[in-house]
């Protein structure tokens, strides 16, 4: 964190929580109509996860509110079953969010592979790009969305490269004041004073309402009930921890801290409990406003709870002031998020990086355009961990010991011993060839899976029958006591080694159970 005064630190956590809760306004509103659900639903979702998130989550300068991830899942909910039900399934997604971080499972996100997060940046971004589109839209006369003409998309594009000259500009000549909130204030002083007719954020739908209320959603609370939400709630749970942790990652490599990933389970899962007794549609990370905030110079939990907060004030008192401005200075904003979390490195190293790292950065990216970042996610881990398991697979070999002598023959294995390398491990021995007496050493080897130990059984079974006596050495405690738990170890020898020395001479007898 840069080492500045108590005052400044302050100044600049209120002001970037001021431009956040401004960008906050549009996204929230828009997510609600993917959803299907009133704009409010997702002004209160924003707020409350919002506040809640920053108050108690465990990556401080994280903004979490409505997000698109989730409002395309929730609207195919609310189209068949009603709004009631998407609360409800907010509530249990909560819940289900609060057990992984109790479980401690918030761990898990190191199973993500840094090709797949490259991919999840870019696809983000490209996403975040493609939503700002619909700003350059409107719905015609028969109900289907149309460009709009020439000459309005023309302002708009002028306004939109205004707004990014103020942002790249500005800090510049000075850091003391948050250069996206500059670039959004020029613009809108231009477009009011100067009478330019261009969509606001009014166009959108009015943002004015009253405080959000509790109530327990309105359903009967049966099993047939329970069938129709549970789905729903763990695919909500599993996008949003997974969208917020890689977040929380991507801001950990930015300000070189550490977050509390289990924390921050418990606390999205907390604060969406809260948001569906509340009315609101649930939420999660927001990664192109967080990066709005982290650029901004927050780093404390104030601008997340500044940016909430005012964005409750909006909603009750200044709904009139926030609907007025452009929605191209909010557009140019994005465009600036956008352009700072694609990683264009990734570019320039695709051709230096192994093929299967680049097309799981495709891929990814690919998938997050096409369908939602847990898919694209889930995908480039299996798709990772294939790659791994086949190269893995493929570096298993033995070498003999000089050690070995006419009658007794040393294999000294190494390699991993596993699902995928069972197949090479058993054609690197040919029993009919070998001498009376074999010792495999696996000093340098590991057995991890139970394909692993059937391997080795089949292996003596194949030695049994060729008449030769086959000795294990340096076998895992682990892995000893799996094969004498399968009745596979008949005898060993101290005296050679009485720690790890395994003999299995006579599996003829023992064999058949595997």
């Known amino acids: 964190m840069q080492d500045i005064s108590l005052p400044s630190r302050i100044r600049v956590e209120v002001l970037a929580g001021l431009t956040v809760s401004l960008a906050l306004v549009p996204e929230a509103v828009a997510f609600a109509f993917v959803a299907g659900v009133p704009p409010l639903v997702g002004l209160h979702a924003a707020f409350i996860v919002g506040l809640i998130t920053s108050l108690t989550g465990g990556r401080p300068g994280m903004i979490s509110g409505a997000t698109g991830a989730l409002a395309v899942v929730m609207v195919a909910l609310v189209r068949d079953h009603g709004i009631e039900f998407l609360f409800i399934t907010v509530v249990l997604m909560g819940i289900i969010q609060i057990a992984v971080g109790v479980l401690r499972q918030g761990k898990l996100i190191r199973m993500v592979p840094y090709p797949v997060m490259l991919g999840f940046v870019n696809g983000l971004a490209i996403v975040i790009f493609l939503a700002q589109l619909e700003s350059f839209k409107f719905e015609g006369a028969d109900g289907h969305e149309q460009w709009l003409p020439v000459g309005d998309i023309a302002i708009m594009l002028g306004l939109i490269a205004v707004t990014m000259v103020v942002i790249y500009l500005l800090p510049r000549f000075t850091r003391r004041f948050p250069a996206a909130l500059a670039g959004i204030v020029v613009v809108s002083v231009v477009v009011i004073f100067g009478g330019i007719d261009t969509p606001s954020v009014g166009d959108l739908s009015s943002i004015s309402g009253g405080l959000p209320t509790f109530g327990v959603p309105d359903v009967p609370f049966t099993f047939e009930t329970f069938r129709i939400i549970v789905p729903f709630a763990f695919i909500l749970a599993g996008i949003g921890l997974i969208e917020s942790l890689l977040t929380s ?247 050679l080694d009485p720690s790890y020395r395994v003999t299995v001479p006579e599996l003829g007898a023992g064999g058949d159970g595997h």
């Open 249 to 495: 990652s991507l801001i950990d490599g930015i300000t070189e801290t550490k977050g509390q990933n289990n924390r921050e389970c418990v606390s999205q899962g907390a604060a969406n409990i809260l948001t569906g007794f509340f009315g609101g549609m649930g939420g999660c990370a927001m990664i192109g406003q967080s990066m709005i905030n982290i650029k901004s110079g927050a780093r404390w939990r104030l601008s997340g709870v500044v940016a909430a907060v005012l964005l409750l004030v909006y909603i009750l008192a200044a709904s009139s002031l926030i609907e007025r401005i452009p929605i191209a200075a909010l557009v140019g904003v994005m465009f600036v998020v956008v352009i700072g979390t694609f990683s264009w490195s990734s570019l320039r190293i695709i051709k230096k990086v192994p093929v299967s790292d680049a097309l799981v950065m495709i891929l990814v990216s690919a998938v997050t355009v096409a369908t939602d970042l847990a898919i694209a996610v889930v995908v480039g881990v299996i798709v990772s961990a294939l790659v791994f398991a086949w190269n893995t697979a493929r570096s298993i070999y033995v070498e003999v010991s000089a050690e070995s002598t006419p009658d007794r023959r040393v294999y000294t294995l190494h390699g991993q011993l596993f699902f995928a390398s069972v197949t090479a491990f058993k054609d690197l021995f040919h029993p009919p060839h070998d001498p009376a007496e074999i010792v495999i050493d696996f000093r340098h080897s590991r057995v991890w899976d139970h394909s692993g130990i059937e391997a080795i059984v089949g292996l003596a079974q194949r030695y049994d029958k060729a008449g030769k006596k086959l000795h294990l050495l340096h076998l895992s405690p682990n892995c000893q006591r799996i094969l004498n738990n399968a009745n596979a170890i008949v005898d060993s020898d101290p005296e």
